[in-house]
């Protein structure tokens, strides 16, 4: 079974940066495509960013456009979020999902998910 597990939410001022971690533990890691996922309480989960199985390939929401990087290391079978110039309405608990089909921002597509990550961004 694909089990995966977020790291590195907190608190941050705005403008400030953090970066997320998923580790993906389970056969195949190479072969998902990959992407995050942010939810507000009380707000449906929303796109953040995807990458395809190899890295050569990434998508992004336009409000996170130019600010947050996605990628990957497939021999540490672990994705990333690096997030820069955050704001407060970035704030949210933050998810990573794998999808053993192609590149996608629709959440249903994503076939397994992370427990999530609280990010809080002040101002």
């Known amino acids: 079974q694909v089990q995966l597990v977020e790291s590195g939410g907190g608190l941050v001022q705005a403008g400030g940066s953090l970066r997320l971690s998923c580790a993906v533990s389970g056969r195949a890691f190479s072969s998902y495509a990959m992407g995050w996922f942010r939810q507000v309480s009380g707000k449906e989960r929303e796109f953040v960013a995807t990458i395809n199985w190899s890295g050569g390939s990434r998508s992004y929401a336009d409000s996170v456009k130019g600010r947050f990087a996605i990628s990957r290391d497939n021999a540490k079978n672990t994705v990333y979020l690096q997030m820069n110039s955050l704001k407060p309405e970035d704030t949210a608990v933050y998810y990573c999902?794998?999808?053993?089909?192609?590149?996608?921002?629709?959440?249903?597509?994503?076939?397994?998910w992370g427990q999530g990550t609280q990010v809080t961004v002040s101002s």
């Open positions: 999902a794998a999808d053993q089909g192609g590149i996608s921002s629709f959440s249903f597509d994503y076939d397994y």
